[in-house]
């Protein structure tokens, strides 16, 4: 069984930074799209970010390009996000997933197939 847990969320100062980490545990995690996705209070899940099984391509919603950064290691089974320059608007809980269909990067909340409980983020103004 497939199991993602997501670290390193935390409170921070409009203009800090944190990292995020996803480790993957009972599955080929290298056969695996990763995902990025937030949800804030009353909103619907979102896309943020996501990386090819290869990590030869990344995909970022428009709100925060230039500002967070997805990665991964294969050989450590982890995918990351680095997220600088965070606004207030950015507080949400953040969750990693994968796809497995091998279909490319894809944004869509009911394409991915395995998902980590989350790890909450919170930007203070």
């Known amino acids: 069984q497939v199991q993602l847990v997501e670290s390193g969320g935390g409170l921070v100062q409009a203009g800090g930074s944190l990292r995020l980490s996803c480790a993957c545990s009972g599955g080929t995690f290298s056969s695996y799209s990763m995902g990025w996705f937030r949800q804030a209070p009353g909103k619907e899940r979102e896309f943020v970010s996501a990386i090819s099984r290869s990590a030869r391509t990344i995909h970022d919603a428009a709100s925060v390009r230039g500002r967070f950064t997805i990665s991964r290691d294969n050989a450590r089974n982890t995918v990351y996000l680095q997220m600088n320059s965070l606004k207030p608007e950015d507080t949400a809980v953040y969750y990693c997933?994968?796809?497995?269909?091998?279909?490319?990067?894809?944004?869509?909340?009911?394409?991915?197939?395995?998902w980590g409980q989350g790890t909450q983020v919170t930007v203070s103004s």
């Open positions: 997933a994968a796809d497995r269909s091998g279909l490319g990067l894809r944004t869509g909340v009911l394409e991915y197939d395995y």
